[in-house]
């Protein structure tokens, strides 16, 4: 059970549901919510992501990609602790599980109401276990050939975001592209770490990336533009919801801008992703760009329903309370 908890990559987990949480928050500030619309896409998108962590060690294995030059911690396959037929096996099931999260998503969100917008969602989500499978297996794996960030952008940031909030408001509201951009952008700057982490490998293994097609400098470059791109467009996106949507328009509500405190350790990171020379250095550089995007997704998404100031002030007086 340890190999297999190890393969399903926990640490990439809150990432995933980053779109999730802010999407479904989003609709509920709308005052619309369904607990069984969110949680089915919390299951559909966590299944997804662990069926991408699979096929990548798997693929990744198969080919002699993850080897002794990699870099990054050893995956299962080639440490040897799961046989490659044991994770094609895993594969199989995932997918499975994967697609029934993503039918009953689809009932929860349109039942027998709209046939239209329930075959386009099974189609996006067949699509969506697909585009898992192909990034690193097969002879045409398209993260192969530098389009895993274009996957990463599309269904971890658009179609998270933009998808969930579709389901439950039924319908898309253009303000929330944002957003969705800024979480696709950040999404695809973990991956890019890893890129840059594993340039050398990747380039003698044939897999190339954008990192091994433009190199380590661009690709530095590449980072601060999805980043800091990122961090202006929740900005942008929080003073279009502040002064439009916010209650009372004409007041700045500055528990909404709570988030922009996850902006010191992302400037932070910028610095040491700069001033890095050592490709190993940039591993634990992944766990915190995916963190703090977890954390603004968070705290973002909270703070369009409810004011910080004031659960500030109810834990103060809770805590007084239980020294008294």
């Given at each position: 059970m340890r190999h297999w908890i190890e393969a399903a990559r926990l640490r990439t987990l809150p990432l995933s549901v980053s779109g999730i949480i802010l999407g479904s928050?989003?609709?509920?500030?709308?005052?619309?919510?369904?607990?069984?619309?969110?949680?089915?896409a919390l299951s559909t998108t966590l299944l997804l992501q662990i069926l991408s962590n699979f096929a990548n060690d798997y693929g990744d294995g198969v080919k002699g990609t993850d080897n002794a030059d990699r870099i990054g911690p050893q995956r299962t396959i080639q440490s040897g602790a799961i046989s490659a037929p044991a994770m094609k096996r895993a594969l199989y099931l995932t997918s499975a599980l994967t697609m029934i999260s993503a039918i009953v998503l689809i009932y929860f969100s349109f039942k027998d109401t709209n046939y239209v917008f329930s075959l386009f969602f099974l189609i996006l989500g067949a699509l969506a276990v697909a585009s898992a499978i192909r990034y690193t297996i097969g002879n045409t794996a398209y993260g192969y050939r530098g389009y895993g960030d274009m996957f990463v952008f599309v269904f971890f940031g658009l179609v998270s975001t933009l998808g969930v909030s579709f389901m439950i408001l039924k319908e898309v509201d253009s303000l929330l592209i944002l957003p969705a951009i800024a979480i696709g952008f950040l999404s695809v700057g973990v991956l890019n770490l890893n890129n840059m982490r594993d340039e050398a490998s990747d380039r003698k293994a044939g897999k190339n990336t954008i990192v091994v097609k433009i190199g380590?400098?661009?690709?530095?470059?590449y980072h601060y533009f999805l980043v800091i791109s990122a961090m202006i467009l929740f900005l942008v996106f929080t003073v279009i919801f502040d002064f439009t949507k916010d209650n009372d328009p004409e007041r700045f509500n500055f528990d909404l801008y709570f988030f922009v405190i996850i902006y010191i350790p992302l400037i932070r990171h910028l610095i040491r992703v700069k001033n890095n020379i050592e490709?190993?250095?940039?591993?634990?550089?992944?766990?915190?760009?995916?963190?703090?995007?977890?954390?603004?997704?968070?705290?973002?998404?909270?703070?369009?329903?409810?004011?910080?100031?004031?659960?500030?002030?109810?834990?103060?007086?809770?805590?007084?309370?239980?020294?008294?």
């Open positions: 928050f989003y609709a509920m500030s709308e005052s619309i919510f369904n607990w069984k619309i969110v949680l089915s380590g400098e661009k690709a530095k470059i490709p190993r250095a940039l591993d634990p550089e992944l766990k915190k760009l995916a963190i703090s995007t977890f954390l603004i997704s968070v705290i973002l998404a909270l703070s369009l329903i409810y004011f910080f100031s004031d659960i500030v002030v109810q834990i103060v007086n809770a805590t007084a309370n239980q020294i008294k």
